[in-house]
């Protein structure tokens, strides 16, 4: 049975950082796209990027300057690099394995990612 699993979501403060993991078990593909899909609360799950087997990556416009998608094939897995974290980048992340050699594209579970804004700092400016 294949299954895909990812990890390293969580909590963090705009401008900050995370990455994400996503391994997949159970079957060996010749060829396959790794993607990164995201939904946030009310919204349709949209794309994020995706890396193939031979390298060649995809991003979204939305994260493109900022998030970094890599894979490693011998280990089955692929990473997401999200840096300069924005609160609209908050939402659960899924990652999607499909392949020729699979019948059907394969989900994760998802894994969230919160990026909320800091307490701030009080500046006073006195004449």
């Known amino acids: 049975q294949v299954q895909v699993v990812e990890s390293g979501g969580g909590l963090v403060q705009a401008g900050g950082s995370l990455r994400l993991s996503c391994a997949y078990s159970?079957?060996?593909?010749?060829?396959?796209?790794m993607a990164w899909y995201r939904q946030a609360p009310g919204k349709q799950r949209e794309f994020v990027a995706h890396?193939?087997?031979?390298?060649?990556?995809d991003y979204a416009d939305s994260v493109e300057d900022r998030f970094t998608v890599s894979r490693h094939n011998g280990k089955n897995t692929m990473w997401l690099e999200m840096n300069s974290l924005k609160p609209e980048d908050t939402a659960v992340y899924y990652c999607?394995?499909?392949?020729?050699?699979?019948?059907?594209?394969?989900w994760g579970q998802g894994t969230q990612v919160t990026v909320v804004w800091g307490q701030g700092t009080q500046v006073t400016v006195s004449s």
């Open positions: 159970g079957t060996t593909v010749g060829s396959s796209t």
């Open positions: 890396v193939t087997s031979g390298g060649t990556t």
């Open positions: 999607k394995l499909s392949s020729p050699w699979l019948t059907r594209a394969i």
